[in-house]
């Protein structure tokens, strides 16, 4: 069984394995959509594979006549602008098939080969033959949006002293003309559709940060602003991309968990039959492989802004509404629903020595300190988006998604960058406490207990006194000496110790001390530090319902 072309022509072969195979005319689908592309995506990882294209695959094997994109038959068309040998190491050699292994919390799989990818391109101005097919894409009538999933770090233009990256700034001076940065080459396309008559256009950002549309568009009107400056293009091109009519960069809010190719699942494949399962490795350290796995959930709202028309997307899920809405769920998830638990249960899970995530759901402490910081302490401050339920969706996410045992994600893993969260994921409850006088800053228990695990978990000391490595965050080497000094078991004055840094509003989002948070921190910090399995006794003590 060799995921291919010629490959999946015994299709009894897979059927019989339980295998969810195309059931359209995938020659056909491949022609339409080359000649009249509606859907370019930006960004061949994991997330793409297990989300956007089988949201096309889902539509294209209803075989329904009465809409839009199923009645023509189109897939989507993929381009990688990262790493390129994700395209030609695993989308080229399998033509353009991938496996979709979908891990149920009810303990059932589900498999689906996904062939809903009529294209795979370079997003490499060196390639010559490969961009001008990107600019042939972006000059086709039918093309309605681009769309992207290349992490919020590929939308910035500028180095951490703040200053413009060498690529960036050698694209401003020399144009649209074989750019070098990722969104110059993006702009450059979008100014080949300006120059065959301003077509119109929705520049989707898919990725997982807040008001995404808006990085998107910041990063490509540099690029016109400064081309036209240098006289690199007309000033023309900075008036399409103001115009809304013309072009859109709506806001997105994502939600799927699709961690890399597991070791189990490519077992479980290899069981199956199938062939050449394995991963690939590529020279940026992209692991890649012919299957992705991921989670049964999943949450696509898009602001509905779409001037060259949009097909019905909403019939496999996705839902299309405005931007106040998007934003509002956005914040319903990473400020009450979903992030905040997740970030605790990555604190002490690495202090309690978890290796899953989901199995921290069966550790009865853990289980309550995300229920009532969720139940209790969030849900009252939350924004009803009317499109989701915010009860209904902590109730999938401590119910469904985390407890999930096929779901090989770690608290090593969320515990990464926690400093740069904090802020947003607890600050902003705080400051709606803050806010409404019906609500006192006081009944919240649970969340300064968050505060205080983080501390703890800086002191690379788990609860049985043994070292473990603190995972990657801009502000280790500021923050880990605040607590250097702190010995489980000894006694030292937690007020003076933490008095900096409970004071900074950049990490916790408000001055804990001016709001008269900062001593119950310090009291936790205290418990917590006492001794050999003091988090445990702490966490007992604190979580009674």
Same mark, same amino acid.
């Given at each position: %069984?060799?995921?291919?072309?010629?490959?999946?022509?015994?299709?009894? +072969?897979?059927?019989?394995?339980?295998?969810?195979?195309?059931?359209?005319?995938?020659?056909?689908?491949?022609e339409r959509t080359k000649e009249n592309p509606y859907w370019i995506h930006f960004g061949a990882g994991n997330i793409f594979r297990a989300f956007q294209a089988n949201i096309v695959e889902r539509l294209l094997n209803e075989q329904k006549v009465d809409r839009g994109l199923i009645a023509t038959q189109r897939g989507l068309i993929v381009a990688e602008g990262f790493d390129y040998e994700i395209v030609e190491k695993m989308n080229h050699p399998h033509d353009e098939y991938s496996i979709l292994v979908t891990l149920k919390a009810d303990g059932s799989v589900e498999k689906t080969v996904i062939g809903s990818i009529a294209e795979s391109l370079v997003l490499d101005s060196e390639n010559e033959k490969q961009f001008q097919r990107l600019q042939e894409i972006f000059k086709k009538d039918s093309l309605q949006m681009a769309s992207f999933t290349i992490t919020e770090k590929g939308y910035s233009l500028v180095g951490v002293n703040g200053e413009f990256l060498a690529d960036v700034e050698e694209d401003f001076l020399r144009g649209p003309q074989e750019p070098k940065s990722y969104m110059g080459?993006?702009?450059?396309?979008?100014?080949?559709?300006?120059?065959?008559?301003?077509?119109?256009?929705?520049?989707?950002?898919?990725?997982?940060?807040?008001?995404?549309?808006?990085?998107?568009?910041?990063?490509?009107?540099?690029?016109?602003?400064?081309?036209?400056?240098?006289?690199?293009?007309?000033?023309?091109?900075?008036? =399409?991309?103001?115009?809304?009519?013309?072009?859109?960069?709506?806001?997105? %809010?994502?939600?799927?968990?699709?961690?890399?190719?597991?070791?189990?699942?490519?077992?479980?494949?290899?069981?199956?039959?199938?062939?050449?399962?394995?991963?690939?490795?590529?020279?940026?350290?992209?692991?890649?492989?012919?299957?992705?796995?991921?989670? +049964?959930?999943? =949450?696509?709202?898009?602001?509905?802004?779409?001037?060259?028309?949009?097909?019905?997307?909403?019939?496999?899920?996705?839902?299309?509404?405005?931007?106040?809405?998007?934003?509002?769920?956005?914040?319903?998830?990473?400020?009450?629903?979903?992030?905040?638990?997740?970030?605790?249960?990555?604190?002490?899970?690495?202090?309690?020595?978890?290796?899953? /995530?989901?199995?921290? %759901?069966?550790?009865? +402490?853990?289980?309550?300190?995300?229920?009532?910081?969720? =139940?209790?302490?969030?849900?009252?401050?939350?924004?009803?988006?009317?499109?989701?339920?915010?009860?209904?969706?902590?109730?999938?996410?401590?119910?469904?998604?985390?407890?999930?045992?096929?779901?090989?994600?770690?608290?090593?893993?969320?515990?990464?960058?926690?400093?740069?969260?904090?802020? /947003?994921?607890?600050?902003?409850?705080?400051?709606?406490?803050?806010?409404?006088?019906?609500?006192?800053?006081?009944?919240?228990?649970?969340?300064?207990?968050?505060?205080?695990?983080?501390?703890?978990?800086?002191?690379?000391?788990?609860?049985?006194?043994?070292?473990?490595?603190?995972?990657?965050?801009?502000?280790?080497?500021?923050?880990?000496?605040?607590?250097?000094?702190?010995?489980?078991?000894?006694?030292?004055?937690?007020?003076?110790?933490?008095?900096?840094?409970?004071?900074?509003?950049?990490?916790?989002?408000?001055?804990?001390?001016?709001?008269?948070?900062?001593?119950?921190?310090?009291? =936790?910090?205290?418990?917590?530090?006492?001794?050999?399995?003091?988090?445990?006794?702490?966490?007992?003590?604190?979580?009674?319902?």
């Amino acid at each position: %069984m060799r995921l291919s072309e010629e490959g999946l022509k015994n299709r009894s +072969e897979w059927e019989e394995k339980g295998y969810h195979l195309p059931q359209y005319d995938r020659q056909k689908m491949i022609e339409r959509t080359k000649e009249n592309p509606y859907w370019i995506h930006f960004g061949a990882g994991n997330i793409f594979r297990a989300f956007q294209a089988n949201i096309v695959e889902r539509l294209l094997n209803e075989q329904k006549v009465d809409r839009g994109l199923i009645a023509t038959q189109r897939g989507l068309i993929v381009a990688e602008g990262f790493d390129y040998e994700i395209v030609e190491k695993m989308n080229h050699p399998h033509d353009e098939y991938s496996i979709l292994v979908t891990l149920k919390a009810d303990g059932s799989v589900e498999k689906t080969v996904i062939g809903s990818i009529a294209e795979s391109l370079v997003l490499d101005s060196e390639n010559e033959k490969q961009f001008q097919r990107l600019q042939e894409i972006f000059k086709k009538d039918s093309l309605q949006m681009a769309s992207f999933t290349i992490t919020e770090k590929g939308y910035s233009l500028v180095g951490v002293n703040g200053e413009f990256l060498a690529d960036v700034e050698e694209d401003f001076l020399r144009g649209p003309q074989e750019p070098k940065s990722y969104m110059g080459k993006v702009a450059a396309l979008l100014y080949t559709r300006y120059q065959d008559g301003a077509k119109p256009i929705a520049m989707v950002s898919m990725d997982n940060c807040s008001h995404n549309g808006d990085k998107l568009f910041a990063a490509i009107f540099s690029f016109a602003e400064k081309w036209a400056e240098n006289g690199k293009c007309e000033y023309g091109f900075v008036d =399409y991309i103001k115009d809304k009519t013309k072009v859109t960069f709506p806001w997105t %809010m994502i939600d799927k968990i699709t961690p890399r190719p597991d070791a189990s699942v490519k077992e479980m494949l290899i069981q199956d039959g199938v062939e050449e399962l394995e991963p690939v490795i590529t020279s940026k350290k992209s692991y890649v492989a012919p299957f992705v796995n991921a989670e +049964e959930c999943e =949450y696509l709202v898009v602001e509905d802004a779409f001037p060259n028309g949009r097909e019905d997307l909403a019939a496999a899920g996705v839902m299309f509404t405005d931007r106040e809405t998007v934003d509002k769920v956005e914040k319903m998830k990473v400020c009450t629903c979903l992030n905040p638990l997740h970030t605790a249960l990555a604190v002490y899970g690495c202090l309690l020595g978890y290796k899953k /995530i989901s199995e921290e %759901m069966a550790d009865e +402490e853990l289980r309550s300190l995300v229920e009532i910081t969720g =139940y209790k302490e969030g849900l009252p401050v939350v924004v009803n988006p009317g499109i989701l339920d915010p009860k209904e969706f902590i109730d999938t996410v401590l119910q469904v998604r985390i407890p999930n045992p096929f779901m090989p994600d770690t608290p090593q893993r969320i515990a990464t960058d926690t400093s740069q969260k904090l802020a /947003i994921r607890y600050g902003e409850t705080i400051k709606a406490y803050l806010a409404d006088p019906k609500l006192d800053i006081d009944d919240l228990k649970l969340i300064p207990l968050i505060f205080a695990g983080w501390l703890r978990y800086l002191m690379g000391v788990d609860d049985q006194g043994k070292s473990f490595d603190l995972s990657p965050d801009p502000l280790l080497d500021r923050v880990c000496p605040i607590v250097a000094e702190v010995k489980l078991g000894e006694t030292f004055d937690a007020r003076e110790v933490l008095k900096e840094i409970l004071s900074d509003t950049e990490i916790f989002g408000v001055d804990l001390h001016e709001i008269g948070m900062a001593e119950r921190v310090e009291q =936790y910090f205290t418990e917590l530090t006492a001794g050999v399995g003091a988090v445990r006794e702490t966490l007992k003590k604190y979580t009674r319902k």
